[in-house]
C-alpha cells in the first residue's frame, strides 16, 4: 500500500567540520579585494549578523548553529527509522559534478542498476572517517524505472540514468544528507535504505559558467549558462512525483535536500551574508500551507535572493500540495555569518489506509 512522507534537511558541506571553520567562507571574502571596504566594514551590517559575528568571527555562535541543525537531523532520521521507507526519493542540485558541458538536465532520475559506492569524508570530518572510506548506498532502479516511466506518460520531459556521467557514487548535496542521517550511527559506511536521487539543474545560468560555485562578482564578461528550470516548474515535478507515489505500492520519503539564501550567491550582499527576510518569507508561508506564496515566486527573485538551491524544496512543496500533507514539524535556523539558513521539515505521512 502506497505511503508517502515528506521530509527536508540541509546538506551543508560545513557540518562535517571542526565549528573552527564554520565561516569561513565570509572570512574569505573579507579578504577579497574586489569587495568594497565599506561592504566588509561589520558596521554596516545588519545587526544579527554582527551579534553572530561577535569579536571571535562568530565561532561562540557555531555550537547554538551546530545544535540547531543537528535537531533537525536527528528529528528526520528518527522519522526514517520509524516509517522503515523502501526508499528515500531525494532531490537535490548537482554542482557541475555529474553534469557537465556535454548535457545538463533540468531533472534527471538515477535510476541505477548498481549501488551508489562513494568516497564523502573529507580531510578533518568530525567523525575521524578517512577519506579512502567509502559509504555505500543501494540504489532504486525498479523505483526509479517507474518514476521516469509515470513522469514521461504524465507529460513530464524527464531524463532517467541507469549509470553515472561524470561523477562516480553521490554527489554531495546527496552523499551529504546520507552523512548527516548517519551522523549519530556507529556504522557510517552504509545507509539503512534505498536511496533515488533526482538530481536539480537548481544552478541555472551558473551552473556550467561559474561551475556550480562562487560567482566572480567583478567580471561581467563571463557568458551565463540557460536558466535552471522555474521554481513552478519544479513544484509541478513534485506533484507530479506525489501522483506516482501515491498509486504505487512503495512507502516512500521524499526529501529535498539543501540549505535556503546561500549569501556566495547574493550579489546584492556581496557575497557577504543570505538574503534572510526572502528566506523567512518562503519559510512563514511554507508553514501557513499557503503554496501559492511559492508558485507566484518568479525565478528572477530567487536568483535575487540567492535561493538557487531552494528549488529542491519546491519539489517537496509541490508534492506535499498534491498529497495535502500537513507539515508536521519544521526549524527555521538563521544565520548570516555562516553562508546560509538551513531549513529542516517533516511533513504527516499520508496514504495510510488509503
Ligand atoms: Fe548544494
Known amino acids: 500500500m502506497a505511503e508517502v512522507i515528506g521530509l ?19 572570512r574569505n571574502s573579507l579578504r577579497d579585494p574586489h569587495i568594497p571596504a565599506e561592504a566588509k566594514d561589520p558596521a554596516n551590517w545588519p545587526e544579527p549578523m554582527r551579534r553572530e559575528w561577535g569579536d571571535d568571527q562568530g565561532l561562540s555562535h557555531a555550537a547554538a548553529h551546530r545544535e540547531g ?28 559534478e555529474n553534469f557537465r558541458e556535454d548535457i545538463v538536465p533540468p531533472f534527471c532520475v538515477l535510476a541505477y542498476q548498481d549501488d551508489f ?42 531524463a532517467y540514468a541507469y549509470k553515472p556521467l561524470h561523477f562516480t557514487g553521490l554527489s554531495h548535496a546527496f552523499a551529504n544528507a546520507m552523512m548527516y542521517l ?36 567583478h567580471d561581467t564578461s563571463v557568458r551565463l549558462d540557460p ?19 501515491r498509486s504505487s505500492p512503495w512507502r516512500v520519503a521524499l526529501m529535498a535536500s539543501s ?32 503554496y501559492k506564496a511559492w508558485t507566484d515566486t518568479p525565478l528572477a527573485d530567487m ?30 535556523v538563521e544565520s548570516y555569518v555562516f553562508n546560509s539558513n538551513k531549513v529542516a521539515a517533516i511533513f504527516a505521512e499520508t496514504g495510510r489506509g488509503g
Open 8 to 26: 527536508g534537511i540541509s546538506h551543508w558541506p560545513r557540518l562535517a567540520t571542526a565549528e573552527e571553520g564554520y565561516s569561513i567562507r565570509l
Open 69 to 96: 541543525l543537528l535537531v533537525g537531523m536527528r528529528r528526520v532520521r528518527a522519522r526514517l527509522d520509524a516509517f522503515q521507507p523502501d526508499a528515500v526519493v531525494i532531490w537535490g542540485d548537482d554542482q557541475y
Open 117 to 158: 559506492v562513494s568516497k564523502p569524508f573529507k580531510t578533518g570530518n568530525i567523525w575521524g572517517m578517512s577519506t579512502e572510506d567509502e559509504l555505500r548506498v543501494r540504489s532504486a532502479p525498479e523505483i526509479g524505472h517507474a518514476l521516469a516511466s509515470s513522469l514521461l506518460q504524465q507529460d513530464f520531459d524527464v
Open 182 to 217: 548517519n551522523f549519530d550511527q556507529p556504522d557510517k559506511k552504509s545507509f539503512a535504505w534505498p536511496v533515488l536521487p533526482v538530481p536539480i539543474n537548481c544552478y541555472g545560468s551558473h551552473v556550467l559558467s561559474h561551475r556550480g560555485s562562487v560567482p566572480v562578482l
Open 227 to 245: 536558466p535552471s528550470p522555474s521554481p513552478r516548474r519544479c513544484f509541478e515535478l513534485g506533484r507530479a512525483t506525489a501522483r506516482f507515489f
Open 259 to 290: 540549505s535556503w539564501s546561500h549569501a556566495f550567491l547574493v550579489s546584492k550582499h556581496w557575497q557577504l551574508y543570505p538574503d534572510v527576510p526572502a528566506d523567512r518569507r518562503l519559510y512563514n508561508a511554507l508553514v501557513a500551507g499557503d
Open 303 to 332: 536568483v535575487d535572493a540567492g535561493q538557487q538551491e531552494v528549488l529542491n524544496w519546491f519539489c517537496l512543496a509541490g508534492a506535499m500540495s498534491e498529497l495535502n500533507a500537513p507539515l508536521e514539524w519544521s526549524s527555521f
